[in-house]
């Protein structure tokens, strides 16, 4: 029987080669948009899950307290004091391990050197996590403190193979470390991703504040692997005790919880100190995404099989006469939808590959369907089945359901409600996804232009910045005078961190006239040299920049105006702040600028000048001279003072660009997969003006020969499918509108959304609907009238 079915199948596609070509091609790419969302939703649910037990592996959040006793803030750091007092105190710890947040240091064999993604760790973070060791032993690979572990396309890159076990490389041009282990590439879904990973006891070494165990320093990270048994919310009231009992005589320590890892990516909003989300909104948009287009896809199938239903009426009616089931005829029509979505699957699965890497390069990820993998097939068959059935059924049903004297007859009579009424309202359905995603995609785009339009508080055009490594800490100031007596930079300072940055937060700040006995506002620290101002543009509302001409300047202070208002100082210039446990004074006062999120208002900042802080030089180019001469020039003066290290050139705009990533994201994808959903829609569409016209063929033939124009027959043929789209609109406009507006609401600076941004969706939706209606209308309104009236 199933051969047979099959047999019939495969002969009814080949008969109707345009009808079934366009179901292909439906089919096709509902299932590849799918396939490709589904892929990158994969992606991101699997986040930090690679460890077998990945379920029990926490990291340590700490609570920020602020304002009316409430949290003011969480983040993942913690002090070095914690993991220890963990391991030793917390019954339900299986393993504890301490790392930093990791950075990028130079690693070198000979003369082969390059920056990599470095991290320091416990030896117990090899048992959290399943590191596949190809060389060495996990259970002694970090016991010496002059070891390493390498990737293994960090060993090839520095080696030319993975053969390294017990080899020498040099670390930071300072110290020799052996190779005792290489392991295989960790997946890019991974926030403890390496290139190289050496031991605590080896950052104790070259940082001391790693080594001082204290409750004030968080800029560290605590990982903890519980017991499988462990209730979480007893845990964290111990972690809770355990703190305040250790730390009470610390003022600046703060409440400590444990939250599961995994969930950190997708789960890592904050209000309160509780979780409320995070990017897992865009997680479930990009799957309801995915299978809205699929869906629509479907009801082009249902759309396109009964818009034939009349040359498959005799076919039922003549099996039902010779004695044919109602059974035997829902399996035939379902094995002709399973076959052509099987074909739909093979193109699908082309289209991926064929899209896959422009996918990638657009979202900056390495997305593949691993084809060996039992788990990716069994989901894909699952979703081509799914789909089989879901495009099959109503066809199935609704063909099957014919009365064989009538079918005979050529007496088919509709039931209003499982035919017009019901495709009236998946057409609808179609619609309103499809608006909704215009309308989508034109908020996300006004909204990343919003946001890249607003000012970012001083002047990012050729601003550069290089990581200040090796000898250029100590040769600072011999370097800048080189600098600026080549033409190349105009001014330049060293500080801290970066323009664009995060972290450096702190509370251990005072000043006069405080309301309360402690500060709850964080606050932002920048320690830098001169030049300040000058170099990066910043405006100054009040005061002056740092100068060599004041020697008082060693304990002078610039702030930002939002701190200002938090000192609620009128004139704040020689206004005394205590800072570290330190009396400072306001020199200046800038305006405030975006270092961190461009999305929300950025924490009060005090600038403050220290030389012994390094970290990042920022330049401010020639404009006078050619760009590629003056970074060329910045590199050989670079290579010349620090020739162990690779020459890093960074331009300030495009570190700013980078902010924008999330949102980015979320714009490409609603973008490309709406263009799709709409030209899906548009597919259904002519499946059911075909339908439509091939139901009243002998009508369309009886009014042109009493002189119907062709323009009366185009109107006649549209008109009720332009109601649809109409409809579409007015239930989609609301929907949409109230969708994004709370969408926007999750920034505190965010655009409105335009009036035109309604009727440009509305009218463009309109426009492609009516080109696609008018097309199938134009064909049979030219039909020759005698062929219509011969049609019975």
Known sequence: MFRLNLKIALRNL??????????????????????MLLLYVSYEWNFDKQAKNWQNVYIAMTNVPGEGGKIGGTFYGSTTALGPLLKDKLPEAKYVARMDYGRKSLIANGRNSYKKDSKFAEPDILKMYDYEFIYGDAKTALNNPLSVILTESTAKTLFGTNDVLNKSVRFQDKENLTITGVIKDLPENSSNRFDFLMPWSFYEIVDESAKDLNWTNYSFVTMVTLNADANIDLVNRKVDELVKKSAEQTEQSQPNFLYQASKLHLFGKFENGKPVGGDIEQIWLFMGLAFGILLIACINFMNMATAKSEKRAKEV?????????RTSLILQFLTESMVLTLVAVVVAIALIELCLPAFNQLLNINLGISYFNTASWVGIMLIVIATGLIAGSYPAFYLSSFNPIQTLKKKIKARAFLTISLRQVLVVGQFCFAIILIIATLVIYRQIQFIKNKPVGFDVNALVEIPQDGELKGKFELFKTEMLKSGAVTSMYQSSVSLSHRGRNFMDIKWDRMTKPENTVMFNQVATSYDFTKTNGIKLLEGRDFSK??????SALLVSASAVKVFGYKNPIGKRV???????????VFDDYVWDSPYKSNNPQVVFLNPAQTGTITMRLNSANNLQSNIETISR???AFNPAYPTEITFINSLYQEKYKSEKTLGILSNLFGGLAIFVSCLGL?????????????EFGVRKVLGASVANLMQLLSLSFIKMILVAIVVAVPISYLAMNKWLENFEFHTEISWWIIPVAAIGTLLIALITVSFQAYKTAKANPVDALKYE
């Open 14 to 35: 080949w008969k109707n080669k345009i009808s079934s070509f366009i179901n292909v091609i439906g089919l096709a790419i509902g299932l590849a948009a799918c396939l």
């Open 317 to 325: 009616g003549i099996k039902k006469t010779i004695g044919a089931n």
């Open 549 to 554: 001409n004041f020697a008082s300047d060693t």
């Open 578 to 588: 205590n800072l570290f446990g330190t009396n400072a004074y306001i020199i200046g």
């Open 637 to 639: 003066i670079t290579k």
């Open 686 to 698: 002519f499946g059911l003006v075909a339908y439509s016209a091939e139901q009243r063929t002998k």
